[in-house]
C-alpha cells in the first residue's frame, strides 16, 4: 500500500516538476526512478487514479508537518522526501523565519529538515525561506526555542 501512495507522490511531483521545464530525465534522477516511468506518470497511465488523489489530498490538506510526517513514512530516502516536499509544499508556502541568540549551533534543526533549507553561514543558522516547507520540526525540537517560524501564506490549494 505505501508504495502505491508513493507512486502518486511522485507522479504529482513529477508533473509539477515538468511544468517548471525539467526533463524527463532529469526528473527521473531526482525521483530515483526509470526514465520510462516518468513518461506513464506524466501520461497518466499509472499509478492508479486512487493513489494520486491521496497525494493530492496530502499535499494540500494535510498541515505541512503532518504531510512531511506521512511523506517520510511512505519513503525511507531522505533525497526523494525532500524532492517531494520542496515541489508540492515549499514551493506552494511563505514562511517567516527568526533565529534568537540562544541558538547553541547544536544542529539538531539542520539534521531534522526535510528540504535542506537550514544552514550555518558565519556561525550562524540561517533558514532559506524559499526552501523551507512550514513543517515546524525545527521549531518544535530546538532545544533552546531559539527558533520561530510561521507560514504567513499557503498557496497549495488545487494542485492540478
Same mark, same amino acid.
Given at each position: 500500500?505505501?508504495? $502505491?501512495?508513493?507512486?502518486?507522490?511522485?507522479?504529482?511531483?513529477?508533473?509539477?516538476?515538468? %511544468?517548471?521545464?525539467?526533463? $524527463?530525465?532529469?526528473? =527521473?534522477?531526482?525521483?530515483?526512478? /526509470?526514465?520510462?516511468?516518468?513518461?506513464?506518470?506524466?501520461?497518466?497511465?499509472?499509478?492508479?487514479?486512487?493513489?494520486?488523489?491521496?497525494?493530492?489530498?496530502? =499535499? %494540500?490538506?494535510?498541515?505541512?508537518? /503532518?504531510?512531511?510526517?506521512?511523506?517520510?513514512?511512505? @519513503?525511507?530516502?531522505?533525497?526523494?522526501?525532500? +524532492?517531494?516536499?520542496?515541489?508540492?509544499?515549499? *514551493?506552494?508556502? *511563505?514562511?517567516?523565519?527568526?533565529?534568537?541568540?540562544?541558538?547553541?549551533? @547544536?544542529?539538531?534543526?539542520?539534521?531534522?529538515?526535510?528540504?535542506? =533549507?537550514? +544552514?550555518? %553561514?558565519? /556561525?550562524?543558522? #540561517?533558514? *532559506?525561506? #524559499?526552501?523551507? @516547507? !512550514?513543517?515546524?520540526?525545527?521549531? %518544535?525540537?530546538?532545544?533552546? #526555542? =531559539?527558533?520561530?517560524?510561521?507560514?504567513?501564506?499557503?498557496?497549495? !490549494?488545487?494542485? *492540478?
Amino acid at each position: 500500500m505505501t508504495q $502505491h501512495i508513493l507512486a502518486g507522490l511522485r507522479a504529482l511531483t513529477a508533473k509539477k516538476l515538468r %511544468e517548471k521545464g525539467l526533463t $524527463h530525465e532529469e526528473i =527521473a534522477k531526482l525521483l530515483n526512478v /526509470d526514465r520510462t516511468v516518468i513518461t506513464h506518470y506524466l501520461a497518466g497511465r499509472i499509478p492508479a487514479k486512487e493513489a494520486v488523489k491521496c497525494a493530492k489530498v496530502t =499535499a %494540500e490538506k494535510f498541515y505541512p508537518r /503532518d504531510a512531511v510526517l506521512f511523506i517520510k513514512t511512505v @519513503c525511507d530516502d531522505n533525497d526523494i522526501v525532500t +524532492t517531494i516536499t520542496e515541489t508540492l509544499i515549499s *514551493d506552494n508556502i *511563505d514562511v517567516d523565519v527568526a533565529i534568537s541568540s540562544k541558538c547553541n549551533l @547544536c544542529k539538531i534543526c539542520i539534521d531534522i529538515c526535510p528540504t535542506k =533549507a537550514i +544552514t550555518i %553561514e558565519n /556561525d550562524l543558522i #540561517n533558514i *532559506d525561506k #524559499n526552501k523551507c @516547507c !512550514g513543517c515546524e520540526l525545527c521549531q %518544535e525540537l530546538c532545544q533552546k #526555542n =531559539a527558533i520561530f517560524l510561521k507560514i504567513i501564506k499557503d498557496n497549495r !490549494g488545487e494542485l *492540478d
